[in-house]
């Protein structure tokens, strides 16, 4: 079963850090991009950050300049580290991951989602 754990949300004060980790486990073939989403209560889904296969990364602007993506290929992971935390940054993090994969019927092309971890900017 392919699936997505994320770690290393929690409580954090303005202006600290956190680093965020997303691995990807099963029968993957390839991953093609990997992104983070966050979503506040009452506030739709948001893409934070994506980073494609070859390494190349987009921002979201509230994060740009704060928060860096990046991927381990060989480890099938990704991170997002987050510095200068504002309270404005509370919110469930999702990690994505759009990957081909073995399926009993053969390979198939789809976006995953892991669980979510909550991140707490507070004082």
């Known amino acids: 079963q392919v699936q997505l754990v994320e770690s290393g949300g929690g409580l954090v004060q303005p202006g600290g850090s956190l680093r965020l980790a997303c691995t990807a486990s099963g029968r993957i073939f390839s991953i093609n991009a990997m992104a983070w989403y966050r979503q506040a209560p009452g506030s739709q889904r948001e893409l934070v950050a994506d980073?494609?296969?070859?390494?190349?990364?987009n921002y979201a602007d509230s994060v740009k300049g704060r928060f860096t993506i990046s991927r381990d290929n060989a480890k099938n992971t990704v991170s997002l580290q987050m510095n200068s935390l504002k309270p404005e940054d509370t919110a469930v993090y999702y990690c994505?991951?759009?990957?081909?994969?073995?399926?009993?019927?053969?390979?198939?092309?789809?976006?995953?989602w892991g669980q979510g971890t909550q991140v707490t900017v507070s004082s």
């Open positions: 980073i494609r296969s070859g390494g190349s990364a």
């Open positions: 994505y991951a759009d990957m081909t994969t073995a399926q009993p019927m053969g390979v198939e092309r789809e976006g995953y």
